[in-house]
């Protein structure tokens, strides 16, 4: 049987996406931390090309709050959707429809839905089940003593439930006929497998299979962390599974037939749709995977291409394969000997001293991310027997004594936030704030795909308020106090930069693709070394000599390989910039960048010059630069190009940061002229802006315009249908909280 392979990348989602249902072959269903309910549909493909037409995609159900369950009401054709606005709504496929009717009755976090025979099961966080037919409650079911984040219908008065408490119960109508033990964490996703059996996952890593009597008939382990997820593929008897490591897993026979890498932290949700066996999974990168057998449902070889760069680009934690002595690691030579079985994994040194870790499919050894460290500190802090990068005091209470919070650094945020709030029993209102206070503390590790940013809004900064060291109970104290003040965010006056650069893999590949140059255009492995040293070390020992060595060695990367390959000539660009200190290297380098043809076609170069671009704003060297006519309008007129393109997010984030730092500089100098010229491509931008972190940026960005000494300027704004495009942007990003304080914001300035 052929493995799976990736046959279509659904992007729409701009937050995890944490439920599917794959009920049809034509149709896709998610939910996501964005608090949408969105539908993906596409036409018949042939036979040569079942997805031969593109999946369109449509918000069904926009909820005022998160949403983390779906359920497939297959006699109806209806959809259920539940999250943390404790209610069940239940919709029809399609744009934004009204819901059919609502389902009221859980008084905490509805995180479990399933379907059958005319019942809808819920579980809640609330520690019940609750049974509904004809739309009414008909159970509640009692029992467990902490949340209930999994169930199961398997008949109209037989159901299972599995919870937070570490067991499974069996019901019969409301009474509890079993209780199976042996998962030593949380319960966290059931399946039914075929008519005597059923499965469980749970955060202890493991999977179990069960009769119906409540006997354990097989402990499956191959994860190595939370398993989050279960769907059954009745054509081939495999059970596929999604966690906390990365993977999407398939079984078969008690044994793992195929691991999928997946380039996100957490696999949330799978789905497998019955009459053609393709999986879905759901990640916390706001994308929807679809997988198949079948050849002809396949990607693109370039899309298969770009999805397995994903996977090799991520970071892999050091916890995840223990401690790494890097001296007794094997070189690459290691990959010429077969693994021993499917999923095995192993770690070999590069030349450049880095960690890269593969695994084995079956046919070939596939990379699957580099290792790095733990970031929190030098040292591993031990908690409850385990180690971590992080261990945070939280205070909650006057006088009482802290509760620790642990975080690895290559978790979810909001998992930990998830794992701290049920230990210590605290309200589901303080989840979003302690997944952004731990995404405010760390910088987490994330290499190739994710956006390297270092800067003072870290991935949440709100301007205005304390740092991330604010208690709990300070917050509840200031939010009661009648002298509370929000002071204004604007206007900004505070550069942003994007430092962050994963050297060796800049260098291994600047080597790969030189390998393949004459002699007139090739690097030497002098010059690699050199430039590797130059780029590995920090901004404070960077020379300016330094960094003109660097820029001319990128000149000549931009100069004479083809555009596809100029990538790392302007990443170097961008790393050294801040340490030139000779006003022709910085103009040579914008003549080039600019001059030569075809550079800003291949949408990573574009994306990596609008972050050279941003670097600029380090110095006054650079500022001056910017601020000569030529220079900016070229700088603009490339901003305005990627407007309305369908960017990816990377460029999306760093688009917005180069506006930003715009709007700085035009407040600094009182700049009337170039706040003309950018807040037009502000207003343009914000009309299609997805990420919610450019978003953020852009509109801070507009508003810090609209703070400049000028009547005009507000005049422009409106003339520009500014307070119609704000009111937009607050619906599209219904879930942002800051997003939509700064929207507010703005519109008293357009008043």
């Known amino acids: 049987m052929p493995d799976f392979k990736l046959a279509r990348t659904l992007e729409g989602h701009r937050g995890d996406v944490r439920g599917l249902i794959f009920p049809t072959p034509e149709l896709i269903a998610s939910v996501s931390r964005d608090c949408t309910l969105r539908t993906w549909k596409h036409l018949p493909g042939s036979a040569d090309s079942p997805y031969g037409v593109e999946w369109v995609s449509e918000v069904t159900y926009q909820s005022p709050n998160y949403l983390n369950s779906i359920a497939w009401m297959d006699d109806t054709g209806l959809i259920a959707s539940a999250g943390l606005a404790q209610s069940i709504t239940v919709s029809s496929p399609g744009a934004n429809q009204v819901p059919e009717y609502v389902l009221n009755g859980h008084d905490s976090n509805v995180c479990a839905l399933d379907y059958n025979s005319g019942v809808l099961l819920s579980g809640s966080w609330d520690k019940t089940a609750r049974v509904w037919a004809n739309r009414q409650c008909k159970y509640i079911l009692r029992g467990h003593e902490q949340a209930v984040w999994a169930v199961l219908v398997?008949?109209?008065?037989?159901?299972?439930?599995?919870?937070?408490?570490?067991?499974?119960?069996?019901?019969?109508?409301?009474?509890?006929?079993?209780?199976?033990?042996?998962?030593?964490?949380?319960?966290?996703?059931?399946?039914?497998?075929?008519?005597?059996?059923?499965?469980?996952?749970?955060?202890?890593?493991?999977?179990?299979?069960?009769?119906?009597?409540?006997?354990?008939?097989?402990?499956?382990?191959?994860?190595?962390?939370?398993?989050?997820?279960?769907?059954?593929?009745?054509?081939?008897d495999?059970?596929?599974?999604?966690?906390?490591?990365?993977?999407?897993?398939?079984?078969?026979?008690?044994?793992?037939?195929?691991?999928?890498?997946?380039?996100?932290?957490?696999?949330?949700?799978?789905?497998?749709?019955?009459?053609?066996?393709?999986?879905?999974?759901?990640?916390?990168?706001?994308?929807?995977?679809?997988?198949?057998?079948?050849?002809?449902?396949?990607?693109?070889?370039?899309?298969?291409?770009?999805?397995?760069?994903?996977?090799?680009?991520?970071?892999?934690?050091?916890?995840?394969?223990?401690?790494?002595?890097?001296?007794?690691?094997?070189?690459?030579?290691?990959?010429?000997?077969?693994?021993?079985?499917?999923?095995?994994?192993?770690?070999?040194?590069?030349?450049?001293?880095?960690?890269?870790?593969?695994?084995?499919?079956?046919?070939?050894?596939?990379k699957i991310g580099e290792v790095v460290s733990g970031v929190g500190s030098q040292q591993k802090q031990i908690y409850d027997g385990q180690e971590y990068d992080y261990v945070f005091d939280v205070d909650i209470q006057e006088g009482a004594p802290p509760l620790k919070l642990p975080y690895n650094a290559t978790e979810n945020p909001y998992t930990?936030?998830?794992?701290?709030?049920?230990?210590?029993?605290?309200?589901?209102?303080?989840?979003?704030?302690?997944?952004?206070?731990?995404?405010?503390?760390?910088?987490?590790?994330?290499?190739?795909?994710?956006?390297?940013?270092?800067?003072?809004?870290?991935?949440?900064?709100?301007?205005?308020?304390?740092?991330?060291?604010?208690?709990?109970?300070?917050?509840?104290?200031?939010a009661s106090s009648p002298k509370r003040v929000r002071f204004s965010l604007f206007p900004q006056k505070t550069f942003l930069y994007i430092k962050k650069a994963n050297v060796p893999m800049l260098m291994k590949k600047t080597e790969e693709f030189s390998a393949t140059k004459d002699p007139s255009a090739s690097i030497s492995s002098a010059e690699l070394s050199e430039a590797s040293e130059l780029l590995a070390a920090s901004e404070s020992s960077l020379s300016a000599d330094s960094a003109k060595k660097a820029a001319a060695l990128a000149l000549k990367i931009i100069r004479h390989w083809p555009a596809a390959e100029k990538?790392?000539?302007?990443?170097?660009?961008?790393?050294?910039?801040?340490?030139?200190?000779?006003?022709?290297?910085?103009?040579?380098?914008?003549?080039?960048?600019?001059?030569?043809?075809?550079?800003?076609?291949?949408?990573?170069?574009?994306?990596?010059?609008?972050?050279?671009?941003?670097?600029l704003f380090q110095t006054e060297l650079g500022k001056s630069i910017i601020q000569q006519a030529d220079s900016r309008e070229k700088i603009l007129d490339q901003a305005r190009a990627?407007?309305?393109?369908?960017?990816?997010?990377?460029?999306?984030?760093?688009?917005?940061?180069?506006?930003?730092?715009?709007?700085?500089?035009?407040?600094?100098?009182?700049?009337?002229?170039?706040?003309?010229?950018?807040?037009?491509?502000?207003?343009?931008?914000?009309?299609?802006?997805?990420?919610?972190?450019?978003?953020?940026?852009?509109?801070?960005?507009?508003?810090?315009?609209?703070?400049?000494?000028?009547?005009?300027i507000i005049e422009a704004g409106k003339s520009l249908d500014g307070s119609k495009i704000v009111h937009d942007l607050k619906e599209t990003f219904v879930a942002e909280k800051r997003i939509q304080t700064a929207s507010d914001d703005v519109l008293q300035l357009l008043k």
Request: net charge negative.
């Open 154 to 236: 398997l008949a109209p008065d037989q159901y299972i439930t599995g919870s937070a408490d570490k067991t499974i119960r069996l019901w019969s109508g409301s009474k509890v006929t079993g209780v199976c033990t042996g998962h030593s964490d949380v319960v966290r996703s059931i399946c039914r497998i075929g008519e005597d059996r059923f499965a469980s996952c749970s955060n202890d890593g493991s999977v179990r299979i069960w009769n119906f009597s409540g006997s354990c008939l097989a402990e499956l382990y191959g994860h190595s962390s939370f398993v989050y997820s279960l769907a059954y593929s009745p054509a081939t």
């Open 238 to 366: 495999e059970v596929i599974s999604s966690g906390e490591d990365r993977s999407v897993r398939v079984w078969k026979d008690g044994e793992c037939v195929q691991t999928i890498m997946l380039p996100c932290t957490s696999v949330w949700t799978v789905a497998v749709n019955s009459q053609n066996g393709d999986i879905a999974a759901g990640g916390s990168d706001g994308t929807v995977r679809v997988f198949s057998r079948n050849a002809k449902s396949w990607a693109t070889k370039e899309e298969i291409a770009k999805f397995d760069e994903q996977v090799a680009g991520y970071a892999i934690s050091a916890n995840e394969v223990g401690n790494i002595n890097k001296e007794k690691l094997p070189s690459h030579e290691a990959l010429e000997v077969p693994g021993t079985k499917i999923g095995q994994v192993i770690m070999v040194k590069t030349a450049y001293a880095s960690v890269d870790a593969y695994q084995w499919t079956g046919e070939k050894w596939a």
């Open 642 to 712: 990627l407007v309305g393109h369908g960017i990816s997010k990377l460029t999306e984030v760093a688009l917005a940061t180069l506006l930003l730092n715009f709007s700085v500089l035009v407040v600094l100098d009182n700049d009337v002229e170039t706040a003309f010229s950018v807040i037009g491509i502000m207003t343009e931008y914000l009309s299609v802006v997805k990420d919610p972190e450019a978003a953020y940026r852009l509109i801070v960005a507009f508003g810090t315009v609209l703070s400049i000494s000028s009547p005009e």
């Open 416 to 478: 930990a936030a998830q794992r701290f709030l049920e230990k210590n029993e605290l309200p589901l209102s303080y989840l979003d704030e302690t997944a952004k206070f731990i995404e405010k503390n760390t910088g987490g590790v994330q290499l190739g795909t994710q956006t390297p940013l270092e800067d003072p809004y870290g991935s949440r900064y709100i301007p205005g308020q304390q740092n991330s060291s604010t208690t709990y109970s300070q917050r509840e104290a200031a």
């Open 567 to 615: 990538l790392g000539g302007i990443d170097i660009l961008r790393i050294v910039v801040g340490g030139l200190d000779a006003a022709e290297t910085v103009s040579e380098i914008l003549s080039v960048i600019f001059d030569t043809p075809g550079i800003f076609d291949v949408p990573n170069n574009a994306m990596m010059a609008t972050r050279f671009f941003v670097n």
